[in-house]
């Protein structure tokens, strides 16, 4: 019999280098399941990020909270300087609920690939703008987060809500922006400014 199929190493999201986006390049429907693991910690959570989502609409600005929510802020600066969302389709757009997008080829199980741990119960008051990922339940129960997927809250969402979503950002310029944005739309870049 042949020996058995070994199993393939893990292959994670990595960049240091924002000006490289590598993945810009890489038409969005092929960057469905790009990646099989979350990357390393590579940001410094005790400084300040920020990132650019830029539309034809106008810009929103993103004040990450690297400080209580590490892994979700390394995640999202990770993909967004390899350019994984940059090009990507507006996914969902409910204007009473929230703004979805960060799936490349635009179906609604679609990511990066892998699962985040969701950081849950994160303080910090919710409001319009809120920036999480897309929670789901494994079959075991666990919570975790889609690697890609995000939602901007439309609404304040109810303080219950923390308990299922890692909320690890804020929209702080730009939300004229997210009213106006649709299914029609897409994601031209997301960039990162650390330190400011």
């Given at each position: 019999p042949?020996?058995?199929?070994?199993?393939?190493?893990?292959?994670?999201?990595?960049?240091?280098?924002?000006?490289?986006?590598?993945?810009?390049?890489?038409?969005?429907?092929?960057?469905?399941?790009?990646?099989?693991?979350?990357?390393e910690?590579?940001?410094?959570?005790?400084?300040?990020?920020?990132?650019?989502?830029?539309?034809?609409?106008?810009?929103?600005?993103?004040?990450?909270?690297?400080?209580?929510?590490?892994?979700?802020?390394?995640?999202?600066?990770?993909?967004?300087?390899?350019?994984?969302?940059?090009?990507?389709?507006?996914?969902?757009?409910?204007?009473?609920?929230?703004?979805?997008?960060?799936?490349?080829?635009?179906?609604?199980?679609?990511?990066?690939?892998?699962?985040?741990?969701?950081?849950?119960?994160?303080?910090?008051?919710?409001?319009?703008?809120?920036?999480?990922?897309?929670?789901?339940?494994?079959?075991?129960?666990?919570?975790?987060?889609?690697?890609?997927?995000?939602?901007?809250?439309?609404?304040?969402?109810?303080?219950?809500?923390?308990?299922?979503?890692?909320?690890?950002?804020?929209?702080?310029?730009?939300?004229?922006?997210?009213?106006?944005?649709?299914?029609?739309?897409?994601?031209?870049?997301?960039?990162?400014?650390?330190?400011?």
């Amino acid at each position: 019999p042949l020996p058995p199929t070994p199993t393939p190493t893990p292959f994670a999201p990595s960049s240091a280098d924002a000006s490289a986006r590598p993945l810009a390049s890489v038409a969005p429907a092929e960057r469905y399941g790009y990646f099989n693991t979350a990357p390393e910690l590579v940001i410094d959570p005790t400084n300040q990020y920020t990132a650019t989502i830029v539309t034809a609409k106008g810009d929103m600005v993103v004040e990450l909270y690297a400080d209580v929510a590490p892994r979700a802020v390394n995640n999202f600066v990770v993909l967004a300087n390899l350019g994984f969302f940059d090009g990507l389709p507006i996914n969902a757009n409910a204007p009473e609920n929230a703004l979805i997008f960060g799936s490349p080829d635009n179906h609604p199980e679609h990511d990066a690939g892998y699962q985040l741990d969701a950081e849950v119960n994160l303080p910090g008051e919710l409001a319009v703008g809120s920036l999480s990922y897309v929670p789901f339940q494994l079959p075991t129960g666990q919570l975790v987060a889609s690697s890609s997927q995000l939602l901007i809250a439309r609404i304040v969402p109810p303080q219950p809500a923390n308990e299922q979503f890692s909320f690890f950002g804020k929209v702080v310029d730009g939300l004229d922006v997210l009213a106006e944005l649709t299914t029609d739309d897409t994601i031209e870049s997301v960039t990162i400014v650390e330190g400011e």
